[in-house]
């Protein structure tokens, strides 16, 4: 238990920077845009994915994106804590979904998207 609190720590500091650099941010902008137009949720796995069924290609292209970025930095927690990814992403995901403003999507734990 106290390792996954360490876990949660250092996934709450490392999520806040999931890389460095004007491509990153403007990627987190592009993100909380599409986030806020309903394009775009947080799921359960610590990944973003599309709520309708088509999107513009250059959101889905954002979504590839951000979770390429999102993957890297969970293997590296996974590797510093000697944990599995799959706890990783378990615990950002739900850090993610908790941070998540009323009125954008998520995605529920049967798979279904719902307004938060």
Avoid: C
Avoid at 62 to 74: G, M, P, S
């Amino acid at each position: 238990m106290r390792r996954l609190r360490g876990l949660a720590l250092f996934l709450s500091l490392g999520l806040a920077v999931l890389g460095g650099g004007l491509n990153v941010a403007a990627a987190q902008d592009g993100l909380e845009a599409a986030k806020a137009a309903g394009l775009v949720g947080e799921r359960p796995d610590g990944l973003v994915g599309v709520v309708p069924a088509t999107v513009p290609a250059e959101v889905q292209a954002l979504v590839e994106r951000i979770n390429a970025q999102r993957r890297d930095r969970y293997q590296d927690v996974a590797r510093s804590n000697g944990t599995s990814v799959a706890a990783v992403q378990a615990v950002a995901g739900r850090q993610l979904i908790d941070r998540t403003p009323a009125g954008q999507y998520v995605m529920s734990a049967s798979g279904s998207w719902v307004r938060k």
